[in-house]
């Protein structure tokens, strides 16, 4: 794993986003895989910014999210469909119908992984998948314990998880207990990962990650085992390495 290290959150997404436009800017078909979660936040930032003043064009880009809560509507606030919308789709040029997140309301949700699955590899796979970290090591929504070998599939949050992320919720009980991720598996397959550490509170999680062996009680271990990570990192979350 490549690890290169930035002074902070600003820097992070900016180094982020030139990698992202440099893989936009020199294929001729793309397909990007998409994280949510605050550390996105400022690289879909910084794409919007350059969209607007330098027109860089997705028409050719394809885009798979990593995951989506069961049981939120794409209209809800909190579902990653609005997050992804609102983040980054709304203001570039990609055709909406060449966007994918899984459905999180599919009245069979097991369906939905298998065609999610299928979908992806109908593309040839995902050329650059973008990944943020959690506190307790998960990717998407793979939680410790997740098998190496999974595709997409439903998975119960940890309370952990849910813990972190109910900060984007009006309440701890309003966060969903299931989502619908891409598995381990289908991540590893990516032809290239982009992981964004940032902050103090990733710390430990990120020693783990680059010191620590490759174990499922800790998901993004598997990564030490892909060929093509750049771990793009700054200092507070380096600060354990
Ligand atoms: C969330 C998301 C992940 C994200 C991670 C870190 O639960 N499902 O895709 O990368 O946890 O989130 P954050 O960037 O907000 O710290």
Redesign the pocket.
Known sequence: MKVITVNDYADMSKKAANMILERVHYSKKLTLGL??????VGTYEHLIKDHKENKTSYQHVTSFN??EYVGLDPSDRNSYHYYMNEHLFNHIDIPEQQTHIPNGIAENVQQECNDYDQKIMECDGIDLQL????HNG????NEPGTSFETTTHVVSLTKA?RE??ARFFNSFDEVPTQ?ITMGIQTIMKSKEILLLVSGKK?SSALARLVNGEMDTTFPASILNKHANVTIVADHDALQEV
């Open positions: 994280a949510t979660g605050g550390t996105p990593l995951d990944l943020g970290l959690g998960h990717i998407g929504f998880t972190a992320n989502a990733k």
